[in-house]
């Protein structure tokens, strides 16, 4: 059995500055965001995951993404934050695998989807999960608190949308975020108290 080159696991979370429900989810995606553009930002961190021989458990990283009105035709910006406190071997790993240059998820997400990729930066990244709380700030580029959507049916159990084409898992929690915040790369953004769209799930990834 051929095994991967690299493959990493753990919790992610996200923001996007369209209106919750963000309509990405649900027209697979294909419908307009509620703005002008849709600015998206994605965080994950690795529980588990290695890259050839070097370990990546416990680091995390970071997607930037900005769109027209419509993901699905592409033209993205895009660009990755990579955990500061990663080694040399782990900054090299965790880049590639972000950028999309060692295949897999973000490959596809950046041979179809990208037009302006605007690198690769290393800051200190935070993230913290709560029961339905999640939040991440990464120093200098982005901030944001989501809370998910509690269900009426499982007490602290959030409601789930199942079956998406989202890259991170098919299955989301729904969120509403708190506060959400971007300055780097060129972009940004400042929403408090407006309960724009979030998400959160596990994701595994592999190539």
Request: contains cysteine; aromatic residues 10%.
């Amino acid at each position: 059995m051929a095994t991967n080159k690299w493959q990493i696991s753990g919790q992610y979370m996200e923001s996007c500055t369209c209106d919750y429900l963000c309509p990405c989810i649900y027209t697979n995606p294909q419908g307009a965001a509620t703005g002008d553009q849709c600015t998206a930002l994605m965080a994950y961190r690795i529980d588990r995951g290695h890259f050839g021989d070097v370990a990546l458990d416990g680091l995390c990283f970071a997607f930037v993404i900005r769109s027209g009105r419509v993901m699905a035709d592409g033209n993205w910006i895009f660009a990755c934050v990579v955990d500061e406190r990663a080694d040399a071997a782990q900054r090299a790993a965790l880049a590639a695998i972000a950028s999309g240059e060692a295949g897999g998820t973000p490959s596809v997400l950046r041979d179809n989807l990208v037009g302006d990729f605007r690198g690769v930066v290393f800051r200190p990244i935070a993230f913290s999960i709560d029961a339905l709380k999640r939040a991440v700030e990464i120093t200098d580029v982005l901030a944001f608190a989501i809370e998910g959507v509690e269900s009426r049916s499982a007490k602290g159990e959030p409601i789930f949308i199942d079956n998406t084409a989202h890259p991170a898992n098919k299955r989301l929690a729904l969120a509403r975020a708190r506060e959400m915040h971007l300055h780097g790369f060129g972009l940004d953004a400042d929403l408090v108290g407006r309960g724009n769209n979030g998400h959160f799930a596990p994701f595994a990834w592999a190539a």
